[in-house]
């Protein structure tokens, strides 16, 4: 269908061919778009291996969000490589390890401080490093991976309070950056396994969780139905919508136990 033709995105979060920014990058270049990876600090190695699987090997530049300068250095050299971008994927979080799984009281503020600048703040920094690019776009697109946030789950700790912030940073962003004509918007996936998930706890049960009681069959294993709503988000076929949380979660948001 060619959804992306000729759309110009910027991948984050690629490590291994089971992370989900593998499938969106993946279907992205399926659907036509010229895409960027990026990679960060003894990972980048990792990405740049990986990105050798994709159909078409697209570049990869390092991008470590702890150092905004990187973000704003890479701005510059898509400016002169493509002049604009159409899209960009936060598909970035981290929290050490002391803020999953022992709730929320063990955690010191350094290292909830780590978890809220490289899971969420970041979403801003994507935004503010990228803006000029994404004006040049007739309509530019932010897009985040988001695990939903208006619940507390068991052993997700800090990182639930991370994705809450990120997700009304979503809503503060859609505000700031609609004038721009430029779409914010995340999309909120049920659990799957990554190397980002092993680092959960007990992620067992959120399998379990899913497998009880979502109305969709869910695969934790299965990326492909995350991928495909990112890259409408992409795409030219949502070009009102903004703002928006949408969940790809087998429905398991909308009902109770």
């Known amino acids: 269908m060619n959804l992306l033709n000729d759309k110009k995105l910027l991948i984050t979060g690629v490590l291994t061919d089971d992370s989900i920014a593998f499938s969106?990058?993946?279907?992205?270049?399926?659907?036509?778009?010229?895409?960027?990876?990026?990679?960060?600090?003894r990972a980048l190695s990792l990405t740049q291996r990986t990105a050798k699987k994709l159909p078409i090997v697209p570049e990869v530049y390092e991008l470590d969000v702890t150092k905004p300068e990187q973000a704003f250095e890479l701005s510059s050299i898509i400016e002169q490589k493509w002049g604009r971008l159409d899209g960009?994927?936060?598909?970035i979080g981290f929290?050490?390890?002391?803020c999953l799984g022992d709730g929320v009281l063990k955690a010191v503020w350094d290292e909830v401080s780590t978890a809220l600048e490289i899971s969420t703040y970041s979403y801003k920094l994507l935004a503010e490093a990228f803006l000029s690019l994404l004006q040049k776009s007739d309509s530019g697109s932010l897009v985040g991976l988001d695990f939903d946030a208006s619940a507390a789950w068991p052993t997700y700790d800090w990182m639930g309070?991370?994705?809450?912030?990120?997700?009304?940073?979503?809503?503060?962003?859609?505000?700031?950056?609609?004038?721009f004509n430029i779409r914010v918007n995340l999309v909120a996936a049920g659990p799957i396994k990554t190397?980002?998930?092993?680092?959960?706890?007990?992620?067992?049960?959120?399998e379990d969780a899913w497998a009880a009681r979502s109305p969709l069959k869910w695969s934790t294993t299965d990326h492909?139905?995350?991928?495909?709503?990112?890259?409408?988000?992409?795409?030219?076929?949502l070009p009102l919508t903004t703002g928006e949380i949408l969940h790809v979660d087998g429905g398991?948001?909308?009902v109770s136990a």
Request: aromatic share 10%.
């Open 161 to 179: 309070v991370a994705k809450a912030g990120l997700e009304s940073l979503n809503r503060y962003l859609a505000k700031d950056l609609g004038k």
């Open 24 to 41: 969106v990058a993946k279907l992205a270049i399926e659907e036509g778009a010229d895409v960027i990876l990026t990679g960060a600090g």
């Open 88 to 91: 960009v994927l936060h598909a």
């Open 252 to 254: 398991f948001h909308a």
């Open 195 to 206: 190397v980002a998930a092993k680092s959960i706890p007990q992620f067992g049960q959120f």
């Open 95 to 98: 929290a050490p390890q002391n």
């Open 224 to 237: 492909e139905a995350v991928a495909k709503a990112c890259i409408m988000f992409f795409s030219d076929y």
